[in-house]
């Protein structure tokens, strides 16, 4: 007999299996060949936050790059709704399972850290790495999080119509984008401005942080049954510093490793010791990603 908590599973289950069919495509790059890596970029930013590393990723794994749901390129989630880290993690599942990958290796900075964490927690990782996940936060960290993340967004609101104009000094990268890296001026105008683009027009932004960082907690760590590697940058001023090692703690195969000299979002700031941090764990592993039974 079905009891009615079961009957619920099940039909949260069947819920999801039709999201998942009916998801849009998420990818917006793929390049490289090797073990499948998928890249999961952070709350305001999009897949172009990883093109600092790609070429050196791409040398060793078949590497996809996505855009969150409501965020780059991507549409909100459907019928409006909320993009807990859940719903999140079900819409890069669903992508997963368009693109015919099972387990791969898993790589998010920040909020796509927590995705990842959570994916790896139902078995769709052969093992991850995370920079500066967010979801561990005490209450007042948590209020700093949301105040540095508000006032960077209504900077790049401000911004983003002036564009390269606004961009264009090495000055001006810093005072925009310093609560991000620590080495801002190292963006081009170019790829300044469609920063400040994304942060200050995805339309996901304050749903997404309502949902994410202001309401919700990283749970269930200690089933994640896959290697973790948890790396921060040791001048990241969303708090990485702290959070990091707490994630460390709670799940079981985790390790901890500092990036000397590097912010929040560290790809620019430092590619090449951010692309080996990521390639000493995840290129040729014991573990290898399991091949997928179909392709969509």
């Known amino acids: 007999m079905t009891t009615t908590s079961e009957s619920q599973s099940l039909a949260v289950a069947r819920r999801r299996r039709r999201d998942r069919a009916a998801a849009p ?24 936050s990883w093109r600092p590393v790609l070429e050196t990723l791409e040398d ?64 769709r990782a052969a093992r991850a790495v995370v920079i500066s996940p967010s979801g561990l936060e005490s209450p007042l960290e948590r209020a700093l999080v949301i105040a540095l993340n508000e006032q960077m967004r209504l900077r790049a609101r401000f911004g983003a119509p002036l564009g390269q104009w606004l961009t264009g000094t090495a000055l001006a990268r810093m005072m925009l984008f310093g609560g991000l890296r620590s080495q801002p001026w190292r963006l081009s105008p170019d790829a300044a401005a469609g920063d400040l683009h994304d942060f200050g027009y995805s339309p996901g932004f304050q749903s997404t ?14 089933e994640i049954d896959v290697p973790v590697r948890v790396a921060y940058g040791t001048l990241d001023l969303m708090l990485g510093v702290f959070t990091a090692p707490r994630f460390a703690a709670a ?19 430092d590619p090449e010791l951010v692309a080996h941090t990521i390639l000493d764990f995840t290129a040729d592993a014991d573990t290898p990603p399991r091949a997928a039974a179909t392709r969509a």
Do not use: C, K
């Open 60 to 123: 060793r794994h078949d590497v996809v790059a996505i855009d969150l749901p409501g965020f780059g390129e991507s549409e909100p989630l459907a019928d409006g709704a909320a993009p807990t880290p859940t719903r999140l993690a079900d819409a890069v599942e669903s992508e997963l399972d368009r693109l015919g990958l099972d387990a791969p290796a898993l790589v998010g900075n920040s909020l796509g850290g927590w995705v990842a964490l959570e994916l790896a927690r139902r078995g």
């Open 209 to 222: 942080l309502r949902s994410t960082v202001a309401t919700h907690a990283a749970m269930r760590l200690g």
């Open 25 to 48: 495509a998420l990818t917006r790059y793929r390049g490289g060949s090797g073990q499948p890596l998928v890249l999961v970029h952070g709350l305001g930013l999009s897949w172009r």
């Open 251 to 269: 799940i079981p195969r985790a390790e901890l490793v500092p990036l000397l000299g590097v912010g929040h979002v560290p790809m620019l700031d």
